[in-house]
């Protein structure tokens, strides 16, 4: 059974840091793009960030990029989210699912990965100003 476990969500200041943790079982984290999720309040779920399998590339939507940083632990089976310089607006339940990357003409994007696992319950990072 495919299943991504987000946890290490909390109640920080702004500034502050955290860290979150993506446990995955049912497969190898390095077979497979991992990335980070979100979704605020009242929002639709946006893409953070998209860690490739295949060159350990990186990949950060504008809003996160410079501030946090996905990487895994292939001996854990695990990925994380380091963040840092949070804000208010980061505040959001966030999940990990796999991702797919697409380039084109130099521009990159990713997405989820559908149908490969479903979205769990996500862990709440709330960032108080």
């Known amino acids: 059974d495919v299943q991504l476990q987000a946890s290490g969500g909390g109640l920080v200041q702004a500034g502050g840091s955290l860290r979150l943790s993506c446990a995955a079982s049912g497969f190898n984290v390095d077979d497979y793009a991992i990335g980070w999720f979100r979704q605020a309040p009242g929002k639709e779920r946006e893409g953070v960030s998209c860690?490739?399998?295949?060159?350990?590339?990186?990949y950060y939507s504008d809003a996160v990029k410079g501030r946090f940083t996905v990487s895994s632990d292939n001996a854990k089976n695990t990925v994380y989210l380091q963040m840092n310089s949070l804000k208010p607006e980061d505040t959001a339940i966030y999940y990990c699912?796999?991702?797919?990357?697409?380039?084109?003409?130099?521009?990159?994007?990713?997405?989820?990965?559908?149908?490969?696992?479903?979205w769990g319950q996500g862990t709440l990072v709330t960032v108080s100003s």
């Open positions: 699912a796999a991702c797919r990357i697409m380039i084109v003409s130099g521009r990159s994007w990713f997405d989820p990965l559908t149908g490969f696992a479903s």
């Open positions: 860690l490739s399998s295949s060159d350990g590339s990186t």
